[in-house]
């Protein structure tokens, strides 16, 4: 959206009126009939491809992409205000708070010179904050249900190194991979698929915590450039395939190997 295009109003506050608008009996019939329930999925959807957006490095994008997050964000508040749980303000005026909070070394007297630093205050005003709720069961609870599969197994393992339970090299991390990948051979020539899907899990599992102790990239953003490389690589195929008359399907094996090592050298 260009300047010449922006609304006179431009403020969270239109943007609630808006929606409220929406939500109204004489709004959308659509926007009356969603819930927080069925929003998850939209919002699901608006966070995916706002990384997309940064992954692909354009602003222009990002920028819309943070338009629809904010604006699925604003939904829920509105939902939420006509149960009577809490309003737009209330969303504002907790985050504000936090952040106020959990900065005490920019807002107040506390000192951190490095991002370590910082980390070393955030986890003892978490456990202040912690002192007034109940006390939970395990230290890894509270990882989000909702996370994928990859990155909980990584946020399980965050909070079990806290206390020490980690590995000292990545050397010991690739020594268990290796381990597991014996299981799990072990476990194939066995023919009990139930055991081999088990080593599966276990291996894919130790791989996540060499990504987590390396603490580079998490396993999600490592295992989309794999599939983004091969992507590429096997559209390289597709494309040299159409360039010579054929397709996938008339295509031998050994041709797609042939132009697969074609697209790994260029």
Request: aromatic content about 6%.
């Amino acid at each position: 959206m260009n300047k010449k295009e922006n609304p006179a109003d431009v403020s969270a506050e239109a943007l609630l009126k808006i929606m409220e608008k929406l939500r109204s009996p004489d709004g959308c019939p659509w926007d009356r009939q969603q819930t927080h329930e069925t929003l998850k999925l939209y919002l699901a959807e608006e966070c995916a491809e706002l990384i997309d957006a940064i992954d692909n490095n354009d602003p222009e994008e990002v920028c819309e992409e943070l338009g629809d997050l904010l604006m699925n964000i604003v939904f829920n508040c509105v939902i939420a205000n006509e149960k009577g749980h809490f309003h737009f303000n209330d969303v504002l005026a907790g985050i504000i708070s936090k952040m106020i909070r959990r900065h005490p070394h920019v807002f107040g007297d506390a000192r951190a010179e490095s991002a370590d630093d910082v980390v070393v205050v955030w986890e003892k005003i978490k456990q202040r904050e912690k002192q007034d709720r109940a006390v939970p069961e395990s230290v890894l609870e509270g990882v989000p249900r909702s996370l994928s599969a990859l990155l909980t197994a990584r946020a399980v393992q965050r909070k079990a190194a806290k206390y020490g339970f980690d590995w000292s090299s990545e050397a010991q991390i690739v020594e268990k991979i290796d381990e597991e990948v014996a299981e799990l051979k072990s476990a194939m020539a066995s023919g009990r698929q139930e055991h081999v899907d088990e080593e599966i899990g276990d291996l894919l599992f130790s791989v996540v915590n060499l990504i987590r102790f390396r603490d580079r990239a998490t396993p999600e953003d490592l295992l989309n450039a794999a599939t983004r490389k091969f992507k590429t690589r096997f559209q390289y195929i597709e494309r040299e395939l159409k360039a010579s008359g054929k397709t996938l399907a008339d295509a031998s094996l050994a041709e797609m190997e042939t132009l697969w090592q074609k697209a790994k050298k260029n």
